[in-house]
């Protein structure tokens, strides 16, 4: 398989189950403006399809380019549907492993839940920091039709600051795996103090 992977992509590729050590991310750099900090966009390349890119690194011992769990709620993508409603903002275009449905809470609440631990069902997670969102919800998957102009409109609505990176296009927050556990569709998010 990784012989045919590789005369298909026209370079050396393999599958591995297990992280390989030194390993890096590579992204396509996004044509509009917060879809990834003005110095990594300083210092892209261009790749052999002539596409220009960024390497940066995986989380230690992951496949992960930062979170191990994605959670977007629903009041977020109501807003984004609500700003641009011939596009379309199915939670599955990116990716989360948890969508909570948060009623009439504002819109990006989320971003003020950083440090602050969740529990859903069985596991406990910490909020780490806001998404910052790649091109990949643009693309079309299973039913989901392409949409260049999803990444366009969060880009415009919902750029905040991420460490030092600058203001970035976001949707959503990583979380940490605290306590694992069975999460069940309906279960309830309650928030937890930080003691």
């Known amino acids: 398989m990784d012989a045919r992977l590789s005369k298909l992509l026209g370079r050396r590729v393999f599958v591995s189950s297990s ?89 990006f609440a989320e971003d003020g839940w950083q440090g602050r631990r969740l529990r859903v069902g069985e596991a406990l997670f910490r909020v780490l920091v806001p998404t910052p969102r790649c091109v990949v919800p643009t693309l079309g998957h299973d039913e989901l039709n392409a949409d260049p102009d999803i990444m366009r409109v969060i880009a415009r609505e919902h750029r905040i600051p991420v460490f030092d990176l600058g203001r970035l296009a976001c949707l959503g927050v990583y979380l940490d795996v605290l306590e694992p556990g069975t999460v069940r569709l309906g279960d309830t998010l309650t928030r937890q103090d930080d003691s």
């Not at 390497?55 to 977020?76: E, I, N």
């Not at 993508?77 to 948060?102: C, M, W």
């Open 19 to 107: 992280v390989p050590a030194h390993s890096t991310l590579e992204r396509a750099v996004p044509k509009y403006e917060g879809g990834v900090p003005d110095a990594v966009r300083a210092s892209a390349s261009v790749d052999g399809t002539g596409e220009e890119i960024t390497v940066g690194k995986a989380a230690p011992g992951t496949f992960f380019d930062y979170g191990r769990v994605h959670l977007v709620t629903t009041s977020s993508l109501t807003k984004l549907r609500s700003v641009h409603p011939t596009g379309d903002f199915d939670p599955r275009r990116f990716r989360p492993n948890l969508v909570v449905d948060t009623g009439g809470v504002p819109a």
